[in-house]
């Protein structure tokens, strides 16, 4: 089954950190731009970091700058999102997707949802609260 899966959500308080990763399972991800999503209650979606296929351009959006990192590992097949400095709005549903061809800030401006890219994971919840 091909699909991408996140995992590494969870509670932490502000000032906190957390590792988000999104593996792939059926294929490899290394012909894909990857982007993380996230989603509040009552936001738009929100693209928070996308990467290139090499992993040699980033994108972040100005809210995350200088507290999240992206990165892959081409050996796990798999993205993960560092996430330090935690804030309150930080909080939501985090989601990667996988889009083959196309320019990594364009990825990270796709917020209509999953069927904008050829792949789309469940999501996985992250909560910042003291």
């Known amino acids: 089954q091909l699909q991408l899966v996140e995992s590494g959500g969870g509670l932490v308080h502000p000032g906190g950190s957390l590792r988000l990763s999104c593996a792939a399972s059926?294929?490899?991800?290394?012909?894909?731009?990857i982007g993380w999503f996230r989603q509040a209650p009552g936001k738009e979606r929100e693209g928070v970091s996308c990467?290139?296929?090499?992993?040699?351009?980033?994108y972040y959006a100005d809210s995350v700058k200088g507290r999240f990192t992206i990165s892959r590992d081409s050996a796990k097949n798999t993205v993960y999102l560092q996430m330090n400095s935690l804030k309150p709005e930080d909080r939501g549903v985090y989601y990667c997707?996988?889009?083959?061809?196309?320019?990594?800030?364009?990825?990270?401006?796709?917020?209509?949802?999953?069927?904008?890219?050829?792949?789309w994971g469940q999501g996985t919840q992250v909560t910042v609260s003291s």
């Open positions: 997707g996988a889009e083959e061809y196309i320019l990594v800030q364009a990825m990270c401006e796709r917020t209509r949802g999953p069927g904008e890219f050829d792949y």
């Open positions: 059926g294929f490899s991800l290394e012909n894909y731009v």
């Open positions: 990467i290139s296929r090499s992993g040699g351009t980033t």
